[in-house]
């Protein structure tokens, strides 16, 4: 049985992409039953957003892409490698 992770609430201060209010800096988002919806014009960092849960899900590795290696487990955690972008992505979008 595959367990997937359920986010309850994600936080992201000190990040300039996200200043928030002065009195509450960043993102502070308590999510809710059901489905949360993400929407808003180019530009104001839904995908930023997105790769930080990504890559606080997977951490900095990249899965395997080829057809072969395509499953779960073992075989797919041997084929792992590190993410190239680590390093600047996110640092990129200030």
């Known amino acids: 049985?595959?367990?997937f992770p359920v986010l309850?609430?994600?936080r992201i201060t000190n990040y300039r992409l996200y200043p928030g209010e002065p009195d509450?800096?960043?993102i502070d988002f308590q999510f809710q039953q059901g489905v949360s919806l993400l929407a808003g014009i180019n530009g104001l960092g839904k995908t930023t957003l997105i790769d930080m849960i990504y890559r606080l899900i997977l951490g900095p590795w990249e899965l395997p892409k080829d057809a072969g290696s395509a499953k779960f487990g073992a075989a797919a955690r041997d084929?792992?490698?590190a993410?190239?972008?680590k390093t600047?992505?996110?640092t990129q979008r200030r």
């Open 1 to 3: 049985m595959n367990r």
């Open 8 to 10: 309850e609430r994600i």
């Open 24 to 26: 509450a800096p960043g």
């Open 79 to 81: 084929n792992v490698s």
């Open 83 to 85: 993410w190239q972008g």
């Open 88 to 90: 600047t992505f996110f």
